[in-house]
C-alpha cells in the first residue's frame, strides 16, 4: 500500500523516521528477494532502487509513502490521475499497479470482467450471454467500460423474454468476428485462471465453438472495514466512499466462429 504525498511532507516524515526503529540489513535484504520474485521480469536495478525509495512507514499501517516523482521512477500505475494523501493498495494480480483504497474492489472486478471479455473476443467469439449467479450485478454493469471492436458488435441490456427466466441475464452481444483466434499478450488475471487457460487451449487447438466461463471474485485482499478504519485512524484519504467487498459470480457462455480443428501431425 502506498500514500502519495507533496514532496516537503515526504522530506519531514523521513526525517522523524531517522530518529525510530530501522529495518535490519537481512529484513532488507529477504523484502528484496521477495519482490524479484513477484516481480519476475518485470523487475531491474532501477525499478528495485525506485522501490526502495518508498519504504517509509505511515504511522500505525504497514503503508510505504512517497512522491509522485518517486512513484513514477518506480514505474508504478494507478486508474486516473494521483490523488494526494490517498490510500492506493497494489493490484491482486499486477505488482506495478495500483487501485484507490474506496472502489478497490469494484475496479478489480470490473478489470477482471473485461480482461475475460478481452479473452473471449479474441479467441473469436460470435456471441456474448452473461449471467448473474451472486453478488454484484446491474449497479456494476453500468460502470463497466466492455471493450467492443467498433462496427462490429451490438451490446446492450436484455429487456426481452420472459421475465422470470431472463432474470439472471445482464447484457447481451454478438459480433461479427474475423481474424485467427488468439489469446492476448497483457493479460493479468488469466495466468491464475485455469479454466480460462482451458477454454483457449481448446479453441486454439482443438478448434471448441462455444464455451462456457465462469468469472469469481471471492477474496477481499485484506482490504476490508478494518484496513479502512486503521487508515482514518491514521488520517489518510481512501478516495471516496468504501465500496465493501462482496463475493460475486457471474457466468459468461456463447458461441465461436466455427473453424477447422488443427489436424495432428
Known amino acids: 500500500m502506498i500514500v502519495i504525498y507533496p514532496e516537503n511532507e515526504v522530506a519531514e516524515r523521513r526525517k522523524c523516521r531517522a530518529t525510530g526503529p530501522q529495518a535490519s540489513t537481512t529484513t532488507r535484504k529477504v523484502g528484496r528477494v521477495a519482490r524479484r520474485l513477484i516481480l519476475g521480469p518485470l523487475w531491474s536495478i532501477p525499478v528495485e532502487r525506485a522501490i526502495d525509495a518508498l519504504s517509509d512507514k505511515a504511522?500505525?499501517?504497514?503503508?510505504?509513502?512517497?512522491?509522485?516523482?518517486?512513484?513514477?521512477?518506480?514505474?508504478?500505475?494507478?486508474?486516473?490521475?494521483?490523488?494526494?494523501r490517498t490510500l492506493y493498495v497494489i493490484h491482486p494480480k499486477a505488482p506495478l499497479h495500483y487501485l484507490p483504497a474506496a472502489s478497490f474492489h469494484r475496479m478489480a472486478f470490473e478489470q477482471k470482467f473485461a480482461e475475460a471479455w478481452r479473452l473471449l473476443m479474441a479467441l473469436g467469439a460470435t456471441s456474448l450471454v452473461v449471467e448473474h449467479e451472486h453478488g454484484w450485478s446491474r449497479e456494476?454493469?453500468?460502470?463497466v467500460d466492455v471493450p467492443v471492436p467498433e462496427e462490429k458488435a451490438t451490446v446492450g441490456l436484455t429487456t426481452k423474454g420472459n421475465a422470470g427466466a431472463r432474470s439472471k441475464v445482464l447484457f447481451e452481444a454478438s459480433f461479427k468476428s474475423s481474424g485467427s483466434p488468439s489469446v492476448p499478450e497483457d493479460l493479468i488475471w488469466y495466468p491464475h485462471e485455469p479454466l480460462w487457460q482451458a477454454i483457449a487451449e481448446s479453441r486454439l487447438?482443438?478448434?471448441?465453438?462455444?464455451?462456457?466461463?465462469?468469472?469469481?471474485?471471492?477474496?477481499?485482499f485484506g482490504v476490508n472495514a478494518d484496513l479502512i478504519a486503521k487508515a482514518e485512524g491514521a488520517q489518510i484519504e481512501i478516495g471516496g466512499k468504501f465500496e465493501s467487498h462482496v463475493e460475486t459470480m457471474w457466468r459468461i457462455h456463447g458461441?465461436?466462429?466455427k473453424t477447422r480443428a488443427r489436424k495432428s501431425a
Do not use: C, W
Request: aromatic letters at 10%; proline letters at 2%.
Open 59 to 84: 504511522a500505525g499501517l504497514d503503508v510505504q509513502y512517497a512522491t509522485s516523482r518517486e512513484f513514477k521512477q518506480a514505474n508504478l500505475t494507478i486508474p486516473g490521475h494521483i490523488k494526494l
Open 140 to 143: 456494476v454493469v453500468g460502470k
Open 205 to 220: 487447438k482443438g478448434g471448441m465453438n462455444s464455451f462456457s466461463l465462469t468469472l469469481r471474485y471471492d477474496d477481499d
Open 255 to 257: 458461441d465461436f466462429r
